[in-house]
């Protein structure tokens, strides 16, 4: 895992909790109404995919128990992880690209109703991402995975399947002057598309089929029965790589790439798609980024010009998250595919304690503000969710009362402890198991093992019947917690 070098070893903020009566008198802990997102609190859990799909993109029993677990903390918002809106296979990730992915997400929001007690909002995370392509053999990439072109032909003598053999064999050394960028790209890190990529129909025509495609999949989040879509305009995804200032993609007059104004244009007609199929209190948000984090990408003053525009177009919550980009993933095992939070940007998205002096709690801060500024500036009231770092009730409570944010967000301390937020309303904050912020959560989700926490998964192994992995060496959901006093 990428972090600063040299790095400084954080401690984790100590904390006072609060007791149950300033609890009930926080911010944290206030109602949110703001058009259609009414909240109980403004505490909420971000997308977090866990691995716990079927190969077929269904929800299993696996599903049920994680998503269970949250909603037992009662937080203000669960967003279900990161969902796919098309129905091509793509391992254990959830997908919602045709109707028969309906009942498993109906049994899913009902179980989040029963477990939170009907207190907990419940949305889903729409995703659309482009081809990547695991990394190759090289010699397997020579011969089968280059598209030789009349480059290749005049630098090399012979017939195609000669040209191929003669690559085939050529050190590491030789293979700059024989192959573009691209192409060492490709070989380096496995091929991944862009949306630039105007040479193949299928990237040219997003902006035809995404909005649709996003805008069937919202419809079958209604019928499942939650109560909204978080649309994904982050990270390394489709929509993001449209909103990214890298975004150079011309398609001629009101295109898609280029300037600001441009950039923002699919993702506003995805919006536009969505909310027009989609009942009239249907919650329609997005998560974006405060910073891209990568060289050229965009800043802060690119997520609050993006932010107006999308409070202006009727959106009702704006996410903010970080980083987490393609652009600076570390190279992959030959075999695997390239994961964008092994590099930078990706630290960026989920900081650990071994950080550079800003340290890793609430980088997002800065950026996020910005966005709310502008959002207000642009007279909407549209509410702001933060991420990033928070792990105590103090320093969401700061960024509330700072104005930062409308709503305070938080993974990994969730996912250390998923009882946290109502053991700090119930005054038993002392309880919280605290988060450590050394990703060993994530060390699991880029391997693409079942996502547990190192605090809870080998704990009382024997002691009950929640589910395990499959070799029995760790549970997949934390420990049942109820007060002492009940
Ligand atoms: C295991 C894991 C899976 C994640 N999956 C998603 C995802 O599906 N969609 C998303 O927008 N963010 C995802 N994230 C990022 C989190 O939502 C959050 O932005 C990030 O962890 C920083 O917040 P934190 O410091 O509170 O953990 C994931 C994070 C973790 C640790
Ligand atoms: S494994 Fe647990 S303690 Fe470690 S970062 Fe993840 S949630 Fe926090």
């Not at 207000?376 to 509410?383: E, H, L, V, Y």
Request: proline fraction near 7%.
């Amino acid at each position: 895992m990428w972090h600063p070098d040299p790095f400084i070893k954080h401690p984790v903020p100590s904390t006072q909790p609060p007791t149950a009566q300033e609890a009930a008198r926080s911010r944290w802990f206030s109602p949110l109404r703001a058009g259609r997102l009414e909240l109980a609190e403004r505490t909420w859990v971000p997308a977090m995919v866990p691995w716990r799909a079927s190969d077929d993109g269904l929800v299993t029993p696996e599903v049920l128990a994680w998503y269970e677990r949250f909603a037992r903390g009662q937080p203000g918002a669960l967003v279900v992880e990161a969902t796919g809106i098309r129905d091509i296979p793509s391992g254990p990730l959830l997908r919602i690209g045709d109707d028969r992915f309906i009942p498993g997400l109906a049994e899913l929001v009902r179980t989040v109703r029963r477990a939170s007690g009907g207190r907990t909002r419940l949305f889903i995370q729409l995703i659309d991402f482009l081809r990547i392509r695991r990394r190759p053999e090289p010699e397997r990439y020579f011969r089968e995975f280059l598209v030789l072109t009349d480059r290749h032909r005049a630098l090399l003598p012979g017939t195609d399947g000669a040209i191929r053999e003669t690559l085939a064999r050529l050190p590491e050394t030789e293979w700059p002057r024989f192959l573009d960028e691209r192409e060492l790209e490709s070989l380096r890190f496995g091929e991944r598309e862009r949306v630039t990529d105007m040479e193949l129909p299928r990237i040219r025509e997003l902006p035809r089929v995404l909005p649709e495609l996003f805008a069937r999949a919202a419809a079958r989040a209604g019928q499942a029965g939650f109560d909204g879509v978080e649309l994904h305009f982050a990270h390394a995804y489709t929509m993001a790589s449209f909103l990214s200032a890298l975004n150079d993609r011309d398609d001629g007059y009101d295109g898609y790439g280029g300037r600001r104004a441009d950039r923002v244009r699919l993702p506003l007609e995805v919006h536009g798609a969505v909310r027009a199929a989609v009942s009239d209190r249907f919650v329609v948000g997005c998560r974006f980024l405060g910073e891209e984090c990568i060289p050229g990408g965009n800043t802060a003053g690119d997520a609050a010009w993006f932010g107006a525009e999308f409070a202006r177009a009727g959106m009702d919550y704006l996410s903010l998250s970080r980083g987490g980009k393609f652009e600076d993933a570390k190279q992959p095992r030959v075999g695997w595919a390239r994961y964008p939070y092994t590099g930078p940007s990706g630290y960026e998205c989920m900081p650990t304690v071994r950080s550079d002096e800003r340290g890793p709690f609430g980088r997002n801060a800065e950026a996020t503000r910005a966005v709310r500024d502008a959002v207000r500036a642009a007279g909407r009231r549209t509410p702001v969710v933060l991420s990033g770092g928070i792990s105590t009730f103090e320093q969401a409570e700061r960024l509330l009362r700072e104005g930062v944010a409308d709503i305070i967000a938080s993974a990994r301390q969730s996912l250390a402890d998923p009882d946290w937020f109502r053991k700090l309303r119930l005054g038993l904050g002392d309880e919280v198991r605290r988060c450590v912020f050394t990703n060993y959560c994530e060390g699991l989700d880029q391997v693409h093992k079942q996502v547990t926490c190192k605090l809870w998964d080998h704990l009382d192994l024997d002691g009950d019947d929640a589910p395990r992995t499959a070799d029995g060496r760790r549970r997949l959901v934390a420990p049942a917690w109820e007060p002492a006093s009940r």
